[in-house]
């Protein structure tokens, strides 16, 4: 049995964010073969079970890995089986450096995103991904239940993103800046030239890989793993056989053992089945 993950913006979503019926006729296939199919995204997991419904993925036996691996979904018992958070205190303290450069930021509770401030690239991010945001005044006094409803318990957020406004560079300053103080505690990556997302040391795709080969008791060779950003080239070398995108950064290309001659909007992923699983 087979293993494949795949990422979903620029991967297995075109740019129309649906998938490329090529690539849904060969993912129909290798599942009637007895191969696994896992969606593996930096994106929250009300988003991803929004696709996950539409394309009849929601159901036994499969699973979603959401957030770079910060939580893994089990859609047959509608629960998470792994999650890893991080601290309030933590995320205070990039929301404020993020302000403070004059960048976006915001973590997740639930189905909501949740921000101190309403930006611009909140409305995008939350049109984008569809889902709904609340604005509080201060991030700890919403985790920690302040002016929350009787009885309602909001638990530690998984990840927070800051957003820039401004140039790619401008944001790989902020993650030098950041690193000052959260190296060794937090993860950091790129999941958008634009997005910079903190998380646990532990949360990223290739720890994923690793998890969900051994979930279905399968070597780390029999997993295929396919991206087009930075935060995929953990799961790119993680896996058996780590594959890049036509379409990828030249980081992600440089860590793969292929890369395909087909992007994300002509049957990349068709591609990648045909040549590693059918």
Known sequence: MKLLFTDLDGTLLMDDKSINDCDMQAIQKMIAAGHKFIMTTGRPLTSVKQLAEKYGFLKSGFYLVTFNGGLIYDCGKAKPILTRR???????????EAHAAGMHSHTYAGDLVVSEYETDQLKAYCASMKMDYVVV???R???????????????????VNVITPFEHSGLEDFRTQMRKTTEGKLFDVFSKPEMLEF??????K??????MAEFYHEPIENTIAVGDEE???PMIKAAGIGVAMANGSDAVKSCADYITTRDNNHGGIAEVIEKFIA
Do not use: C, W
């Not at 991080?86 to 404020?96: Q, T």
């Not at 006094?141 to 990840?159: A, C, D, S, T």
């Not at 998380?199 to 990223?204: A, C, E, P, Q």
């Open 231 to 233: 935060n995929d080239s």
């Open 86 to 96: 991080i601290s309030v205190d933590d995320v205070k303290f990039i929301m404020d």
């Open 206 to 211: 290739g720890e994923a890989v690793r998890f």
């Open 141 to 159: 006094e919403y985790f920690n239940g302040v002016n929350q409803p009787i009885n309602v318990v909001v638990k530690p957020p998984i990840k």
């Open 199 to 204: 998380s646990h040391m532990l949360t990223n």
């Open 137 to 139: 005044r201060d991030i």
